[in-house]
Nanobody, 121 residues
């Protein structure tokens, strides 16, 4: 069992940066790949990116590639989403998730409750 709690969301101007954190409970954190998803109002949930259990491998959606970076600290049971050059279209509720590395493109075993990111233009 893994419980996930996101933090770090807020209001930021376009072009700015924000770092989200996802703290996990449970000793199995280091065995899970972690992913980030987002959902904007009126839209379906969108895959943002994922990181392998070791942190060696990452993969990003084209919409955020080159602007967002996922990292993790297994000693702290935490995964991060560094978001740079933010755009208004990045406004959404951001969720972290745990699961199988390849399956995380579409589904996860565990989900956080989400944190709101609002980018003002």
């Amino acid at each position: 069992q893994v419980q996930l709690v996101e933090s770090g969301g807020g209001l930021v101007q376009a072009g700015g940066s924000l770092r989200l954190s996802c703290a996990a409970s449970g000793r199995a954190f280091g065995t899970y790949a972690m992913g980030w998803f987002r959902q904007a109002p009126g839209k379906e949930r969108e895959f943002v990116g994922r990181i392998s259990w070791s942190g060696t491998n990452t993969y990003y959606a084209d919409s955020v590639k080159g602007r967002f970076t996922i990292s993790r600290d297994n000693a702290k049971n935490t995964v991060y989403l560094q978001m740079n050059s933010l755009k208004s279209e990045d406004t959404a509720v951001y969720y972290c998730a745990a699961g199988n590395y390849y399956a995380l493109a579409t589904r996860a075993d565990y989900w956080g409750q989400g944190t709101q990111v609002t980018v003002s233009s």
